[in-house]
């Protein structure tokens, strides 16, 4: 049985799977739902699912703030199914994992359509483990750092509950992620839902939406097209970037280890926005200027991840550093904005 790593929640065995699933000349794969698969983090997850030829891919996604151009490379693949779905609608499909990270992610967009954003947060997390309870599927939910608000205890581990404006602009997000918590453990006590959380800090790298509005990708676009870099004031609120591939990895292994989480996954490196912007003008464009505007209300004012459970329950640690990262994504971005490198 699956734990926290600090105590067995759990008071009934899960549901039992797929009868196929024990059957003795079984021979096919892994069902394996992915909403939100059409996304930045989701479409890398995919790709990374997909490389095991056990596993076949089902994706759902909305295409909010997804593209199916981020899995043109699976169309057509007999192990990989797209379709278009809104998770605030129940969905039956047979599968044996499901990876829930439907959700706008970049506050622009969450906050956009608030009330949208708690639906697909709350309703969307229940239909999703109905339907884990349905099929008896282990479920993960992408959870995120803002959880715990702006926090009041640096770096933050698991057990930190959080300082969190239930009524703010981005509540809708953060509480919602934070109820869609709770569902997760309360289908899990009540249910015996197998679950998995995750905790995610900010995640970067290539397919970034070139508008998404998050600040790497505002700095690297903004360096490539010679804009100013715009730092939001004060400029010392701190944030930890993950590269997109150490984040899959971390999320792959939560789903196949025993721990329930809630687990942190992200790098502990932690930049100011200053100085993330200086590395941006460093490894892009060292022309580029650096401006500050305005700030939008409740931004957190720092946020580092302790990551001591991720590497002693799952033997995970991010590998990619921030000056390795971007231009990384820097080569992804010109070739999607068709500019390249001054000579
Ligand atoms: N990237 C990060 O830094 C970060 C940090 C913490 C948590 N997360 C979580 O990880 C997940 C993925 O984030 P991302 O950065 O890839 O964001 P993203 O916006 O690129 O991907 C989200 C995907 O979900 C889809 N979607 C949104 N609402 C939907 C709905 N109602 N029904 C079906 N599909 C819907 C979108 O179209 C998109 O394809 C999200 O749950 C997010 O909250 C991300
Ligand atoms: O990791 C997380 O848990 C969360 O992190 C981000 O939220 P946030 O950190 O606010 O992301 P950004 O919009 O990238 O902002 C980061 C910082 O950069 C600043 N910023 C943003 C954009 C910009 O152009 N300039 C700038 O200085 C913001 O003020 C903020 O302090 C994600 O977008 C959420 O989906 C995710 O859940």
Redesign the pocket.
Known sequence: MASNGDSNASAKPPPEPSPLRKAKFFQANMRILVTGGAGFIGSHLVDRLMQNEKNEVIVVDNYFTGSKDNLKQWFGHPRFELIRHDVTEPLLVEVDQIYHLACP???IF?KYNPVKTIKTNVIGTLNMLGLAKRVGARILLTS???VYGDPLVHPQDESYWGNVNPIGVRSC?DEGKRVAETLMFDYHRQHGIEIRIAR????YGPRMNIDD????S??IAQAIRDEPL???LP?T?T?SFCYVSDMVDGLIRLMEGDNTGPINIGNPGEFT?LELAENVKELINPDVQIITVE??PD??RQ?KPDITKAKSLLGWEPTIKLSDGIPLMEDDFRSRLGISRKK
């Open positions: 992610a970049s506050p969450y995120t750092s803002e997000y995610i800090f900010n995640t509005g998050r600040v790497v505002n700095f715009t730092v939001q400029g609120q944030r926005m700030n939008t931004d957190p946020r």
